[in-house]
């Protein structure tokens, strides 16, 4: 006769290892309904993922029917991870979408503000005037090398001689300027007259108080002297500050393919100082105006620039007209490694208008100061 023996011990340790299997399936199954429920409500606001939420609709009602079929969830379970990798899908896609969307860069400035630009300033600079020194909010800017009247910040790795310094280059094309801005919503000391609220520090998004409205007004001056100015206010720096002029570059090969243009100027104002601690100043004519700094890349830092010494005679032929007709306008010519997207024209240079600490205002009389000088090398 065959016998049985139980033992009291296994029969425990079975009883409690289902006690602990059904209650991990109850609690996965309860969890994996409620986050049904609300993926559901979610999908049914997308025409786009309405298979999803069929297939949501067939299976999780299923789940309450099988809690105890432990074959029967797995599959479930599988199913749900398939349907759920593919919501995952959807879902980065729509996140892709509005990341894109968030970062699109804003209308150009002609565009937003056509008809609402701040005045301009009621004073009309002459093409001679008496120019004084300030030496307030300023500081003795540094120079290495000279040319006549120019002064040059050599911080390249080249030794700049005379030779690439004489201004014997011809600015062929004298009717087409380009005008754009790398960082397009740099700003400047808020003032009664050109008061606005900073989305950033110096920085804001309103064209008719960052350097977008700096260069409508150089549009403006230069437009009445005859000049076909094609003036670009892409924004390249925001939201995103990093990779500025890979954006920019893009511009400005756009606008070049539409003008040929030989002087092509990214307008910027000055990021160095903070605050109120440093805003260069000239008196023009009685009137306080912004200095104006000329920065001039080359083939220092290993990217392609084989004109950048065009560059250069051409922004020394600039300054040495200014300086014979606004002494002081100018600060010394920056000479840099970084290419700053010069190569794209024999004329191309940055021009820093002001820092923080000067005001709209004198940035703008200073633009009419520029346009007088450019008037004058494009004869």
Sequence with gaps: MNVAVINLKDILKYFFRILIATFIIFVTTHYISNSGQN??????????????????????????????????EIKITKLMNMELAVLGQEISEVNQTTIANNNEIPETSETQNETEYTVS????????????????????????TYYGTTAIDNESDYTLTEEMLVPDVEIDNKKDIIIYHTHTSESYTPCDTYNYTMTGNYRTT????????VGTELSTSLTKKGFNVIHDGTYHDFPAYSGSYDRSLATAQKLLEITPADLVIDLHRDAVGNG????????????????????????GGGLEHPNWVENLKIAVKIQETANQMYPGLFRPI??????????????????????????LGECLLSMQCLANVLEEVCK
């Design 334 to 359: 920056i000479v840099r490694n970084s290419r700053y997207n010069q190569h794209v024209s024999k004329g191309a240079c940055i021009i820093e208008v002001g820092a923080t600490a000067n005001t």
């Design 206 to 213: 309103d064209s008719n108080y960052n350097v977008i409205r």
């Design 276 to 299: 109120d601690t440093y805003g260069p100043t000239v008196m023009v004519n009685g009137q306080r105006v912004a200095q104006l700094m000329i920065v001039i890349g080359t083939d």
């Design 121 to 144: 300033p009621q004073v009309e600079i002459p093409k001679q005037a008496e120019t004084e020194e300030v030496s307030d909010r300023n500081f003795k800017p540094g120079s290495n």
């Design 39 to 72: 993926l559901k409500k979610m999908l049914s606001t997308n025409v786009s993922t309405k298979f999803l939420t069929k297939c949501l609709e067939i299976s999780i009602p299923s789940l309450k029917t099988t809690e105890t079929d432990f074959k029967s």
